[in-house]
């Protein structure tokens, strides 16, 4: 079932038959702890000898290793084979109602469906029905398509999100009784998941009438006060995933001999989880960032340079410790202020006359340059004030810790300003990311 008017695909979905070992299965988003290689390999030894979704993912941590090309190989076996042996089998048209727990909170709501890869577009001043939150960083894509081409399905860790102030859309299928198709402690403090299938004619109705209701133009221009396109849907987790299927699809079309039929493809669709960014749940959390390899007397020398150039001028506060740093960002006014530590020396960085609204889109200024002038120097985005800490004491590294933005105003900011700064926001800590789980076939 297709509702084109809100890119929406009722999906059949490909879940573990109930032999499988639910906690083995689901392994958290491949983009996750990708300065920590203790994380994954604790996973390969937790799943060793067990169908799990580790066997299906190309975990980020690897990508500069040698052996990519087999290991992408060796995934799309194990896609073949787990749809061979029965291990994943296909499920009647449907929704799954996902409710998590993590560490950090008590419920985090969530409707797996399929999304309408023709109605998505990443560029800058998209009008499309989805899209992008951030600038996509395009270079990220290749691996990742790499990965996609050739494989028989997906398994997605996108979180896209829907601005549901009243929660007519998610919200009240809690209210039904619904059979429960799992229900799971997960791995590596990843909290508690339970998923129910939503595969009833009313209920499938119920759904699309309020995201139509969403959509409808006139309530849009009335509840955001502007003009243009309705902007359904914004992504939230899995941006370059999402952007991966959309370059795809886009080849698929492209090379496509009958172009009415190519529509039916079942890669022209792909499988998130829709959540309602007004979720109690919801969490919007920083994304910071770490450079290894760097000079950092080079590195604060080019800062002050690149800052003086543009007459925002910067200064370097040195500081006793992270604390003190973040008390020195409180008490700063007029100013883009950030704590940063320097090969383990604490500091305060303040920008005067910015350019932009946020302060990551100051820092990500400088850094886009700093990385391109100097290609020795790799950049990690993390999540969690400790792991920044963690890198940034050690030589050759700095860290710079970064405030979250509101959830609240995130479609205003978008709709007004157009995409954020690459990796501003991270819907939760690290160990609150999507868990890979649901499954769908993505070639005929």
């Known amino acids: 079932m297709i509702f084109e008017k809100i890119g929406l695909q009722v999906p059949n979905i490909l879940l573990p038959q109930p032999n499988v070992d639910m906690q083995q299965w689901a392994v958290i988003a491949c ?80 409707l797996i469906v399929a999304l309408d890869l023709d109605q998505y577009d990443y560029t800058c001043g998209a009008q499309s029905l989805i899209r992008a939150t951030e600038g996509t960083i395009l270079d990220r894509l290749p691996p990742r398509i790499k990965v996609r081409e050739n494989a028989p399905i997906e398994l997605p860790h996108i979180m ?13 299928l809690f209210n039904e009784q619904l059979e429960t198709v799992y229900d799971f402690e997960l791995l590596e403090n990843g909290g508690h998941l339970k998923g129910s299938r939503v595969d009833q004619p009313q209920l499938i109705k119920q759904v699309v009438a309020a995201l139509e209701k969403l959509a409808d133009p006139e309530d849009y221009k009335v509840k955001y006060n502007v003009d243009g396109e309705v902007m359904l849907y914004a992504m939230g987790d899995g941006n370059h995933s999402f952007a991966t299927a959309k370059a795809i699809w886009e080849k698929l ?113 400088f850094l886009d340059q700093y990385l391109a002038d100097n290609s020795s120097v790799k950049v990690d985005y993390i999540h969690g004030d400790q792991t920044v800490t963690d890198l940034g004491t050690q030589n050759e590294c700095a860290g710079f810790y970064l405030p979250a933005i509101s959830k609240h105003d995130l479609f205003k900011t978008i709709l007004l300003d157009g995409a954020l700064p690459r990796k501003t926001f991270s819907m939760g800590e690290a160990d609150e990311k999507r868990f890979y789980l649901e499954c769908r076939r993505i070639q005929k």
Request: overall charge negative; hydrophobic content about 40%.
């Open 253 to 365: 079309k492209a090379e496509a001999d009958d172009s009415v039929e190519i529509m039916n493809h079942p890669a022209r669709f792909a499988l998130v989880e829709l959540v309602n960014v007004h979720d109690s749940g919801l969490e919007f959390e920083a994304i910071h960032r770490v450079l290894f390899d760097v000079d950092c007397d080079h590195l604060k020398q080019q800062m002050e340079s690149f800052f003086a150039d543009r007459n925002t001028p910067m200064t370097f506060t040195p500081c006793d410790s992270l604390a003190g740093a973040e008390a020195a960002v409180s008490a700063a006014s007029g100013v883009h202020a950030f704590p940063v530590v320097l090969a383990g020396n604490f500091g305060v960085c303040s920008v005067a006359n910015p350019e932009f609204n946020l302060v990551v889109a100051t820092l990500q200024g």
């Open 31 to 110: 983009d996750q702890y990708t300065s920590d290689r203790d994380y994954w390999q604790r996973l390969q030894q937790q799943t060793a000898d067990s169908v799990s979704t580790l066997n299906l993912v190309f975990p980020e941590v690897y990508l500069e290793d040698a052996d990519g090309d087999q290991r992408i190989a060796t995934i799309n076996q194990n896609m073949e084979k787990y749809l061979a042996d029965g291990s994943l089998t296909e499920q009647s048209p449907g929704f799954i109602l996902v409710d998590r727990k993590t560490c950090e909170v008590e419920s985090r709501k969530g």
């Open 160 to 172: 896209v999100l829907i601005d549901d102030p009243a929660m007519t859309v998610i919200e009240p």
